[in-house]
C-alpha cells in the first residue's frame, strides 16, 4: 500500500505472512541504488506496494531483506504468532545478521502505533537478552540497552523532546519526513 493509502487510513486487507502491500520498508531506510534518503519515497512505490517487488532488477538491499513478520511466518517460528502485521503495527523490526541489534523502524505517518501492540514486549525479550536496540523514527537513532529506556521512549514522544531540546536528527541523509516531502 502506498504512502497516500497509510495518510488516510484506508486499509488493504492483509493476507497473514505476506508484505501485503506494505511499504515500510521502501519508506524508513535510505536505499543507495536509488538515491533514495531515509524516510523518504521510493519511486518504486505504486498503489499495489513495491512496482519491482517480483522483478529481476530489484537491487540487493531490496531482495535480501525480510522483516522480523515476514521472517517469522517463512521459517514459521513461534513469533509468528507475536508480531503484528507492519501496516498494523505501524512499525517493523529486524535483526541484522550477526549484530547483537534489534531495529525498530516506525511508520512517520503512525509513529505512535506500534507502542501499543505486541511489538513492546517482543523488543523488551531483546532487550533482555542483552541486545542494543535502535528505535529509528522521524530522523532519529535512539539506541537502547534497558528495559527503563524502552518504557521511557514507549511512555514519551522522543522525537518531540529532542526537537524541544534543540537536537538535530541524527540519522544521515535525513531530508524530512515523508509528512514534508
Known amino acids: 500500500m502506498g504512502e497516500a493509502k497509510r ?29 533514495k534518503p531515509p524516510f523518504s519515497h521510493c519511486l518504486q512505490i505504486c498503489d499495489a506496494g513495491c512496482a519491482i517487488h517480483r522483478a529481476e532488477e530489484r537491487p540487493e538491499v531490496c531482495s535480501g531483506f525480510r522483516c522480523r513478520y515476514i521472517q517469522a511466518h517463512e521459517y514459521g517460528s513461534d513469533e509468528r504468532h507475536i508480531l503484528p502485521h507492519p501496516l498494523q503495527a505501524g512499525a517493523y523490526a529486524f535483526e541484522p545478521l550477526d549484530s547483537g541489534l534489534m531495529v525498530l523502524c516506525v511508520d512517520p505517518a503512525r509513529p505512535y502505533a506500534w507502542k ?58 535525513y531530508i524530512g519526513s515523508v509528512r514534508d516531502v
Open 7 to 35: 495518510q488516510t487510513g484506508r486499509t488493504k486487507r492483509i493476507v497473514v505472512g505476506t508484505c501485503s502491500g506494505c511499504t515500510l520498508c521502501c519508506v524508513v531506510p535510505a536505499i543507495e541504488e536509488f538515491q
Open 116 to 173: 501499543e501492540t505486541s511489538l513492546v514486549p517482543f523488543l523488551a525479550t531483546f532487550v533482555e537478552a542483552g541486545f542494543t536496540l535502535h528505535i529509528v523514527d522521524r530522523g532519529y537513532n535512539f539506541p537502547l540497552r534497558t528495559l527503563d529506556h524502552l518504557g521511557e521512549i514507549v511512555a514519551r514522544d522522543y522525537v518531540e523532546g529532542a526537537r524541544l531540546m534543540g537536537k538535530p536528527p541524527n540519522i544521515p541523509g
